[in-house]
């Protein structure tokens, strides 16, 4: 299981960048728009140091990361839903990732072309949203008529209108339809629409390397506020210098870091983020052969995460010895786990945790 996650915004506002440093796919950059046309993929490690911990207490013959996906979409322009700039082609390419990662310039620099000859972050991702908007109003407004004819003599159908109606009402006022008001049963069955504006998103503000010390940009504020309102996150980072970062070793990127004041690279803020916007978690499974991470969804129980390893685990589960990370890291051994008594035993109804270290039994 991993995210799968799409790169999207205004053509020339550091996609591809941003993309490449994270990936080191090698995906085409140029100071033109559409320079980006089939979308290039990466897979990509999400970083988590609890792995390495384990490794120094288990010394496993292997450590494996869990890994997400990353797509790097075209830029939109506006039109693109009635077809401008390839539009269609590249909408289709956003309706079939889980996630949006939008990419909002945050920067001037008269070296780099700006599609609209200026740059402002609102009047950008209000392009970019209304675009999904008139492209989910569309797809919508397609699929309603057969379910009215169902809704006629069928409860199910009616119920599923009633949601329908009310996300269509939502996307005439111009907002994306992860804005409508529903219940938890209403949202499952929003999902089932394949809407754009229904996919969670992750703001991603693109700066100059000289606003990283600095702490300053004009833009910022009105990203932050912009997300703030969509109850959506903002990751801030410079694609420039995440590139250059990208193709250092792990010390020289530590010492790197270090002079720009930072801790963590920017890529690894974004792809954390991107990770939970599904609502993943991980578990993690540790032994001499190897210490792994493992994604599932946040409530799995026990049974579900097991499936993850294995889909014959679920039904062949049994139980669970489950110790957190924080207490194998605090005491360095499982021996000294289980002789605290944190060494816990949980069956069916168990409720994974993220950071969870599971030995799961199962009938052979």
């Known amino acids: 299981m991993s995210l799968n996650c799409g790169i999207v915004g205004l053509p020339n506002v550091g996609k591809s960048t941003i993309f490449n440093a994270l990936t080191k796919a090698g995906a085409q950059i140029a100071n033109y728009p559409f320079c ?43 039109g693109a839903s009635s077809g401008e700039g390839l539009g269609n082609k590249f909408l289709s390419h956003i309706r079939e990732v889980q996630a949006i990662c939008h990419v909002v310039r945050a920067f001037d620099d008269s070296n780099i072309t700006h599609v609209h000859g200026k740059v402002d972050p609102i009047d950008d991702v209000s392009v970019v949203n209304l675009e999904l908007i008139f492209s989910d109003l ?69 700066i100059l390397e000289s606003d990283i010390k600095s702490k300053s940009n004009p833009y910022l504020d009105k990203i932050y506020k912009l997300a703030k309102d969509e109850n959506s996150e903002v990751v801030v980072l410079c694609g420039k210098v995440e590139e250059e970062i990208s193709g250092l070793d792990k010390e020289e990127q530590i010492e790197f870091l270090k002079d720009l004041g930072e801790t963590e690279s920017g890529l690894n803020r974004m792809i954390k983020s991107s990770y939970k916007l599904l609502d993943l978690i991980t578990f993690l499974t540790a032994g001499e052969e190897e210490v792994r991470a493992w994604t599932t969804f946040a409530g799995s129980t026990g049974p579900k995460a097991a499936a993850v390893i294995h889909s014959d685990f679920e039904k062949a589960y049994i139980r669970a010895e489950v110790m957190t990370f924080d207490d194998i890291d605090r005491l360095g051994s499982q021996n000294k786990v289980k002789e605290e008594g944190k060494l816990r035993i949980e069956g069916k109804d168990y409720i994974v945790k993220d950071g969870d270290v599971v030995y799961f039994r199962v009938n052979a």
Request: glycine share 2%; proline share 7%; hydrophobic share 40%.
């Open 36 to 78: 980006t046309i089939e979308p290039n993929k990466g897979i990509v490690e999400v970083p988590d140091p609890r792995l390495y911990r384990l490794a120094e207490i288990y010394k496993p013959k292997k450590i494996i990361p869990t890994f997400t996906e990353f797509v790097d979409i075209a830029g939109l322009v506006k």
């Open 138 to 206: 569309e797809s919508l407004e397609k699929q309603i008529p057969r379910v009215q004819k169902l809704a006629k003599n069928n409860k199910e159908a009616a119920i599923e209108l009633e949601v329908m109606e009310k996300v269509l009402e939502t996307l005439k006022s111009g907002k994306s339809a992860r804005a409508t008001e529903l219940n938890p049963e209403q949202i499952k069955l929003a999902e089932k629409l394949h809407l754009i504006t229904f996919k969670p998103v992750l703001y991603c503000a693109n």
